[in-house]
T-cell receptor, first 112, second 114 residues
Framework: DVKVTQSSRYLVKRTGEKVFLECVQDMDHENMFWYRQDPGLGLRLIYFSYDVKMKEKGDIPEGYSVSREKKERFSLILESASTNQTSMYLC???????????FGPGTRLTVL | GDSVTQMEGPVTLSEEACLTINCTYTATGYPSLFWYVQYPGEGLQLLLKATKADDKGSNKGFEATYRKETTSFHLEKGSVQVSDSAVYFCALRGSGGGADGLTFGKGTHLIIQP
């Protein structure tokens, strides 16, 4: 079974802090994604990566950056956290051109 | 751009009732269509998918048929259980190729009462 893990289930940070959300997948997938999930808005794509050191902006990249130094790990970075970044963050991975994305359990981030 | 519209929730049903959650989409070409389910406190799990017109995806008693003529992918189940209570997301992946992510609907919260 594909396993996508995220470093924290719950995280509380203060405004202005630098925040790292980590995601690891164990199936050698090429593509990895970061989404945020908000009530009434569904899931929205923040960034994705189709290879090591490669990244592409999704629909809502503002205020975020990403890093993919190794194939199995995809990090989401909030350079200076703000209260409007309080959300559930979901990581996903997918192998090449196959269509199934596998999701991690999510990190619920609260920015105070 | 691509978009997915699904019925608003919450949807509350009694156990053993029939379920239909409507999903329609807007996309160019021939997208692939998905239903994901999110149980309380968990991430999303793929429930079923269909990659071409008239395909039927099925899993755990749920079914959905890819209808290109009506641009729809409605989720159905003949007899729901309390354990089906969750949030259901309809999603599509465009046919343009590349590594872009999925486009999701806003989700439908399903509540099944005993």
């Amino acid at each position: 079974d594909v396993k996508v893990t995220q470093s924290s289930r719950y995280l509380v940070k203060r405004t202005g802090e630098k925040v790292f959300l980590e995601c690891v997948q164990d199936m050698d997938h090429e593509n990895m994604f970061w989404y945020r999930q908000d009530p009434g808005l569904g899931l929205r794509l923040i960034y994705f990566s189709y290879d090591v050191k490669m990244k592409e902006k999704g629909d809502i990249p503002e205020g975020y950056s990403v890093s993919r130094e190794k194939k199995e790990r995809f990090s989401l970075i909030l350079e200076s956290a703000s209260t409007n970044q309080t959300s559930m963050y979901l990581c996903a991975s997918r192998q090449g051109l196959a269509y199934t994305q596998y999701f991690g359990p999510g990190t619920r981030l609260t920015v105070l | 751009g691509d978009s997915v519209t699904q019925m608003e929730g919450p949807v509350t049903l009694s156990e053993e009732a029939c379920l239909t959650i409507n999903c329609t989409y807007t996309a160019t070409g021939y997208p692939s269509l998905f239903w994901y389910v999110q149980y309380p406190g968990e991430g999303l799990q793929l429930l079923l998918k269909a990659t071409k017109a008239d395909d039927k995806g099925s899993n755990k008693g749920f079914e959905a048929t890819y209808r290109k003529e009506t641009t729809s992918f409605h989720l159905e189940k003949g007899s729901v259980q309390v354990s089906d209570s969750a949030v259901y997301f309809c999603a599509l992946r465009g046919s343009g190729g590349g590594a872009d992510g999925l486009t999701f609907g806003k989700g439908t919260h399903l509540i099944i009462q005993p």
